[in-house]
T-cell receptor, first 112, second 113 residues
Framework: RKEVEQDPGPFNVPEGATVAFNCTYS??????FFWYRQDCRKEPKLLMS???SGNEDGRFTAQLNRASQYISLLIRDSKLSDSATYLC?????????????FGAGTRLAVHP | EADIYQTPRYLVIGTGKKITLECSQT?????MYWYQQDPGMELHLIHY???????EKGDLSSESTVSRIRTEHFPLTLESARPSHTSQYLC????????????FGPGTRLTVT
């Protein structure tokens, strides 16, 4: 079983739609959680960290459910520029070298 | 924008050739990483470094080797390229502190024929 599992999608949504992705992780001792964004054939970039209390950054809201071991990302009012692959990332309890474990990503395609 | 660079961006090379993928960062980060990513798949850590003269193997076994002689430079070498090495190689760096944010270079897309 993979340490981080995501629905690969693609999620095809019209502009202005609200879309949500979930991600599950297998290690209950995981310490920190993130969403990275990766455009086609580009490098990943940090989108936002995910805190236990949930956090919001503009149109993006991230939630963490430790009991069920899942993380969610909600995008409101989707823009064409949101089209990308969203990577769920977790860190183990002890990494020493800032270890990141990446999911394979969920692909989002926003159309006019 | 992160100041981390990789060269070449694209490389097509024949089997058996020795290759070095370059990675440099100007942020003064102590920690650097090499990941391998196949299309539609997750990133897998193949090497990392805490600082100068420190290198460790990552989670995914790789026939490549790395060196860290200078803080800003973390090259990856394949002594004898094979078609199974065809992949995208991403270099990243992060601060020594508690931040887990890693900054990625643009990647090198390697094709071994």
């Amino acid at each position: 079983r993979k340490e981080v599992e995501q629905d690969p999608g693609p999620f095809n949504v019209p502009e202005g739609a609200t879309v949500a992705f979930n991600c599950t992780y297998s290690n209950s001792a995981s310490q920190s959680f993130f969403w990275y964004r990766q455009d086609c054939r580009k490098e990943p970039k940090l989108l936002m960290s995910v805190y236990s209390s949930g956090n919001e950054d503009g149109r993006f809201t991230a939630q963490l459910n430790r009991a069920s071991q899942y993380i969610s990302l909600l995008i409101r009012d989707s823009k064409l520029s949101d089209s990308a692959t969203y990577l769920c990332v977790v860190t183990p309890l002890s990494g020493g070298y800032n270890k990141l474990i990446f999911g394979a990503g969920t692909r989002l395609a926003v159309h006019p | 924008e992160a100041d981390i660079y990789q060269t070449p961006r694209y490389l097509v090379i024949g089997t058996g050739k020795k290759i070095t993928l370059e990675c440099s960062q100007t942020m003064g980060h102590d920690k650097m990483y090499w990941y391998q990513q196949d299309p539609g798949m997750e990133l897998h850590l193949i090497h990392y470094s805490y600082g100068v003269n420190s290198t460790e193997k990552g989670d995914l076994s790789s026939e490549s080797t790395v060196s860290r002689i200078r803080t800003e430079h973390f090259p990856l070498t394949l002594e004898s390229a094979r078609p199974s090495h065809t992949s995208q190689y991403l270099c990243a760096s992060s601060d020594l502190g508690e931040s887990y944010e890693q900054y990625f270079g643009p990647g090198t897309r390697l094709t071994v024929t």
